[in-house]
């Protein structure tokens, strides 16, 4: 069975970016919640400090996005090519 590997990387997108985006409204409403897995992300997304303002949390989330994105064809593509190999 082979993937569709738009369909994957538009669920990575999906998940990982609602999964970051979860985690910054979290700390927002509970501040010390998730602050060093955000501290770990300013390491990954270039620009991002751990803020509690609208255009930090909108850059990690876009990050995020086309983080899952890009993972999540990556994934889909070398799926597909060991279910093609191993036929």
């Known amino acids: ?3 569709n590997v738009k369909a994957v990387a ?3 997108a999906i ?3 609602g999964c970051v985006l979860l985690m910054c409204i979290a700390n927002v409403i509970w501040a010390p919640y998730g602050g060093h897995f955000l501290e770990f992300l ?7 400090q751990v803020s ?5 949390i909108l850059l990690v989330t876009v990050y ?3 983080d ?5 064809a990556i994934f889909g593509w070398l799926y597909n090519r060991f ?3 191993a036929v």
């Open 1 to 3: 069975m082979r993937l």
């Open 10 to 12: 538009l669920t990575g």
């Open 15 to 17: 998940f990982w970016g």
């Open 42 to 48: 300013t390491s990954i997304y270039p620009g991002y």
């Open 52 to 56: 509690h303002t609208l255009g930090a």
């Open 64 to 66: 995020a996005i086309l």
């Open 68 to 72: 899952g994105l890009i993972g999540g």
């Open 83 to 85: 279910v093609k190999a």
